[in-house]
Antibody, heavy 120, light 111 residues
Framework: QVQLQESGPRLAKPSETLSLTCSVS??????????WAWIRQPPGRGLEWIGS???????YYNPSLKSRVTMSVDTSKNQFSLMMRSVTAADTAVYFCAREVGSNSYFDSWGQGTLVTVSS | QSALTQPASVSGSLGQLITISCTGT?????????VSWYQQQPGKAPKLMFY???KRPSGVSNRFSASKSGNTASLTISGLQAEDEAEYYC???????????FGGGSYLTVL
């Protein structure tokens, strides 16, 4: 049973960079079947897909966030990461990492989520 | 790309049947059989309920069913139970420029 766990600073300052890492256990990130995704949820609001990455580094992003987002993967640590630049209060959200079955498909396993607050 | 449209809230009594709609366009729901549904309890991560329109992962009760007609997908829950009270989200692939979009969520209240 794969498990995902988000980690990283819970507070980011406006205009700075938000950085999160997702650690995958119970399965290898180097799978032909899965992509690895970030999804966020502002407090009291709905879900927003941020982007997905394959273990080879192939990635695709939400076009509304693409200019500010970079995802990377570290297969030696079985982790993948998110960097979001120039954050504002609107980026305050619970950030989930998730396993995506195939590309542009569905998310079958999720981390518990971590609340990141953007505030000075 | 706009989010998929869901009713903000739905309700039903114990034992009843309810349906939650998810309306998209011919560019997303109408074009691809890549609609999925998620259940989210307060303070928890979403849980996959259906994928590829109507495929139910193991462990999901068969009281839940899902379908699609044209640009609208639907989630139906029969024999409502108190534990079904949660937020439900639909999601769809929306093409190679937009990729994945979610609905705004529907909160189910079990009366």
């Amino acid at each position: 049973q794969v498990q995902l766990q988000e980690s990283g600073p819970r507070l980011a300052k406006p205009s700075e960079t938000l950085s999160l890492t997702c650690s995958v256990s119970g399965g290898s990130i180097k799978s032909d079947t899965f992509y690895w995704a970030w999804i966020r949820q502002p407090p009291g609001r709905g879900l927003e897909w941020i982007g997905s990455i394959y273990y080879s580094g192939s990635r695709y992003y939400n076009p509304s966030l693409k200019s500010r987002v970079t995802m990377s993967v570290d297969t030696s640590k079985n982790q993948f990461s998110l960097m979001m630049r120039s954050v504002t209060a609107a980026d305050t959200a619970v950030y989930f990492c998730a396993r995506e079955v195939g590309s542009n498909s569905y998310f079958d396993s999720w981390g518990q989520g971590t609340l990141v607050t953007v505030s000075s | 790309q706009s989010a998929l449209t869901q009713p903000a809230s739905v309700s039903g009594s114990l034992g009843q049947l309810i349906t939650i709609s998810c309306t998209g366009t011919s560019s997303d729901v109408g074009s691809y059989n890549l609609v999925s549904w998620y259940q989210q309890q307060p303070g928890k991560a979403p849980k996959l309920m259906f994928y590829e329109v109507n495929k139910r992962p193991s462990g999901v009760s068969n009281r839940f069913s899902a379908s699609k007609s044209g640009n609208t997908a639907s989630l139906t829950i029969s024999g409502l139970q108190a534990e079904d009270e949660a937020e439900y989200y639909c999601s769809s692939y929306a093409g190679s420029n937009t990729f994945t979009i979610f609905g705004g969520g529907s909160y189910l209240t079990v009366l």
